[in-house]
């Protein structure tokens, strides 16, 4: 019996990552069993079983980690390969590594799909610092949101004035396109984490850093001339060839704890009322400290929109912040005019999207294509999925139901910016203030062709508003929300 079972895990070993239309693995394996020439025929029935008893065992505990898949299709939607709105690891281009910190960008949205066009000239970048570490004077064509995710720092803003910010989790702070800037680690044990969303001045879809620098990070200062260089400073240009050459170490480097110090004293002429006067750099202004827009014990919802908050009036773009707690939902809704780029900050969970513009074949194994977005009839609507842990973005259209959920066994936390935020609606599809039962009885009845009286009952069932017991509380699979 023991050399069966090395034989069956032999066997299961090589046949993960098969695909076919049921689940893959078991298939093969009973297949590989039924194969043997050295088996009887008992040997082979108990090897199927033993597949089956594997099988079993190992969606039993997917289910409690929330992730068991029904069929391959389903798990590459899980896992954003046939899913244009979920961007994962490999979407990341390292922009700047080093040992005392990274910097990652992901591709342009219109590199992954057509239908993504209305957020083509936006970037989403992860900014991650170590301890005591500095980030070197850069400026980039692009308006800048930056949202703490972890740590607190100090970040210094050049415009009229020098201008620094102390800056902790859960802050917003908005960097002018153009305007230099650095900021410092100033916490001695914790990383400095930084989701940012910028918005293109110059290319549209793209933006560049700009560093003055030496080597590494490259100065721009050094696609001029030498002779040009030496006039504008008066400097012989010996000495500033050398001059810049001196730079080496990087973009983020380590920063003693005197300089981190030095750089963490905000300046006097700092004002401390609002508004500020022209040519001044607004405050940041933490998120979590604002009244929730939603608050249970399922979750917690913090926004920030342009109508409210005079930092993000010009950029057109809300902030907001969802923390869930294990096992919890968002009701389903959509948004009337925004589009929403998700960032996953810690966590594990899933959300899920009614999209009428792909075919459960369209897309897979390359970039999405105009002629790829296709209904599947009119009123035909795709599941779209999404398993969500940290670091992954998703995409939610305006117009498109959708909701997010948190795992069974973990929180979920999620920055969101929200583009196009003038004038946005956010509809409840579900929960007691959903649009449903804001309609007359008579609508009702003849909408869903049942007895308002009916169509009431289940509308009204939901007692909570917003965050919900996600479907493993309510004694459902936690896959089939």
């Known amino acids: 019996m023991a050399s069966k079972i090395y034989l069956l895990l032999l066997l299961l070993s090589v046949t993960v990552g098969c695909l076919a239309s049921k689940d893959p693995e078991l298939e093969q394996c009973k297949h590989q069993c039924r194969v043997q020439q050295k088996f009887d025929e008992k040997q082979k029935r108990d090897c199927e079983k033993m597949c089956d008893e594997y099988h079993k065992m190992k969606k039993e505990r997917e289910r409690e980690e929330g992730r068991y898949y029904e069929s391959e299709e389903e798990r590459e939607e899980e896992y954003g390969e046939s899913n244009p709105y979920v961007f994962d690891d490999e979407h990341f281009e390292e922009r700047v590594e080093t040992g005392e910190g990274r910097i990652r960008v992901l591709q342009r949205f219109t590199q992954r799909s057509e239908l993504l066009r209305v957020i083509e000239n936006y970037r989403v970048s992860l900014v991650e610092a170590n301890p005591s570490t500095f980030v070197s004077p850069s400026h980039f064509d692009a308006e800048i949101i930056l949202f703490v995710a972890e740590g607190r720092g100090t970040i210094t803003v050049i415009k009229e004035k020098r201008q620094s910010f102390d800056v902790k989790c859960g802050d917003v702070f908005i960097v002018p396109s153009g305007a230099p800037f650095y900021f410092i680690n100033k916490d001695e044990h914790q990383k400095l984490k930084i989701v940012k969303l910028l918005q293109s001045t110059s290319v549209p879809g793209s933006f560049e850093i700009f560093q003055p620098g030496g080597e590494n990070p490259e100065s721009f200062y050094t696609a001029f001339s030498w002779d040009l260089l030496e006039a504008a400073f008066k400097i012989p240009k010996d000495k500033l060839k050398r001059f810049f050459e001196q730079q080496k170490e990087g973009t983020i480097i380590k920063a003693s704890r005197e300089q981190i110090r030095s750089l963490s004293r905000p300046e006097e002429f700092i004002p401390r009322i609002w508004p500020f006067s022209e040519g001044e750099t607004e405050r940041p202004f933490n998120l979590l400290k604002q009244d929730p827009w939603q608050s249970n014990k399922f979750g917690r919802l913090f926004e920030a929109d342009p109508g409210e908050f005079r930092q993000l009036r010009d950029l057109n773009v809300a902030v907001a912040f969802a923390n869930m707690t294990k096992g919890s939902m968002m009701t389903p809704h959509y948004y009337s005019k925004a589009t929403k780029i998700a960032v996953v900050v810690d966590g594990e969970g899933g959300f899920q999207m009614a999209c009428p513009h792909l075919s ?49 066994n973990h929180n979920l936390q999620i920055v969101c910016f929200e583009v196009n935020a003038y004038g946005n609606t956010k509809y409840l599809l579900a929960g007691k203030d959903n649009i449903v039962n804001k309609m007359e009885s008579v609508a009702r009845e003849l909408g869903f062709n049942t007895p308002g009286r009916e169509v009431e009952r289940i509308f009204r069932q939901q007692e909570e508003e917003f965050f919900l017991p996600g479907p493993n509380q309510q004694e459902h699979e936690w896959t089939d929300a």
């Open 360 to 408: 459960s074949s369209s897309g897979r194994g390359g970039r999405w294509s105009e002629r790829e977005h296709k209904r599947m009839g009119e009123g035909t609507y795709q599941k779209i999925r999404g398993r969500l842990r940290r670091g992954v973005v998703f995409i939610i259209p305006a117009g498109h139901p959708f909701s997010v959920f948190a795992s069974p």
